[in-house]
């Protein structure tokens, strides 16, 4: 830890929020304010890109951040953040608990990984320990993990597929069109005609009833693979 850092944390936390919903950025201000003598909201990100530029911008010692984000997610911003080893910590503050989001978290270089049900307390608590570089996870990622190592996995079908891809497929299966998978995942259509466009190759797929088919077959449709 530099001797800048290290004198911040004598004082406070300086904290960024990275999530789309405005709602959740509201709330974890409100709930962070009533630690304004240890935390300091430095300032807000509504998607991947904003939370790299404004971490750059801003320096704080921890970014808050969601996972699913438009544009860049939140795996691609940690690990464009994390680019730099003295950057900002990255705390992820998810709904998702699934293997490969917690994996791929990770691997980007997060620090800790939380779940958006977690207590005020845990919260705060886990802010702290990743200023400090001390990781923090929340009991059903770790058993995510630890399961993993105990028992590793048969490969997935969907293997050489990215979270976002997951996430587009999945909704594929469901059988909406492009238009209504952008609007749930807060993406462009352009930018979910090229997920889809880059799903087929990867499945070995003619188009996307075939995509749909195999998604269906092996289960994602109901979100268990």
Same mark, same amino acid.
């Given at each position: 830890?530099?001797?800048? +850092?290290?004198?911040? =944390?004598?004082?406070?936390? +300086?904290?960024?929020?990275?999530?789309? =919903?405005?709602?959740?950025?509201?709330?974890?201000?409100?709930?962070?304010?009533?630690?304004?003598?240890?935390?300091?909201?430095?300032?807000?990100?509504?998607?991947? @890109?904003?939370?790299?530029?404004?971490?750059?911008?801003?320096?704080?010692?921890?970014?808050?951040?969601?996972?699913?984000?438009?544009?860049?997610?939140?795996?691609? #911003?940690?690990?464009?953040?994390?680019? &730099?080893?003295?950057?900002?910590?990255?705390?992820?503050?998810?709904?998702?608990?699934?293997?490969? +989001?917690?994996?791929?978290?990770?691997?980007?270089?997060?620090?800790?990984?939380?779940?958006? &049900?977690?207590?005020?307390?845990?919260?705060?608590? #886990?802010? @702290?320990?990743? #200023?400090?570089?001390?990781?923090?996870?929340?009991?059903?990622?770790?058993? =995510?993990?630890?399961?993993?190592?105990?028992?590793?996995?048969?490969?997935?079908?969907?293997?050489?597929?990215?979270?976002?891809?997951?996430?587009?497929?999945?909704?594929?299966?469901?059988?909406?069109?492009?238009?209504?998978?952008?609007?749930?995942? @807060?993406?462009?259509?352009?930018?979910?005609?090229?997920?889809?466009?880059?799903?087929?190759?990867?499945?070995?797929?003619? &188009?996307?009833?075939?995509?749909?088919?195999?998604?269906?077959? =092996?289960?994602?449709?109901?979100?268990?693979?």
């Amino acid at each position: 830890m530099t001797g800048e +850092r290290a004198e911040r =944390h004598r004082g406070t936390v +300086r904290v960024l929020i990275a999530d789309d =919903h405005q709602v959740v950025r509201e709330g974890l201000r409100m709930i962070l304010s009533e630690e304004r003598e240890t935390i300091e909201i430095v300032g807000e990100a509504s998607d991947g @890109h904003a939370a790299v530029r404004e971490a750059a911008r801003l320096r704080p010692d921890v970014v808050l951040m969601d996972l699913l984000m438009p544009g860049l997610d939140g795996v691609a #911003a940690t690990r464009r953040i994390r680019a &730099d080893a003295t950057g900002p910590r990255v705390l992820i503050l998810t709904t998702y608990a699934d293997d490969e +989001r917690v994996r791929e978290a990770i691997r980007a270089g997060a620090t800790g990984y939380l779940l958006k &049900d977690v207590l005020r307390a845990q919260l705060v608590q #886990a802010i @702290h320990a990743a #200023a400090l570089g001390v990781p923090t996870l929340d009991p059903r990622a770790q058993q =995510h993990l630890m399961r993993q190592v105990a028992t590793p996995a048969s490969p997935s079908p969907f293997a050489g597929l990215t979270p976002r891809e997951l996430d587009v497929l999945r909704l594929v299966a469901r059988g909406m069109g492009n238009k209504q998978i952008a609007a749930t995942l @807060h993406l462009s259509v352009g930018t979910v005609k090229g997920y889809v466009s880059a799903i087929l190759p990867k499945l070995h797929a003619g &188009d996307r009833t075939q995509a749909a088919l195999f998604a269906v077959k =092996h289960g994602l449709e109901d979100g268990d693979a």
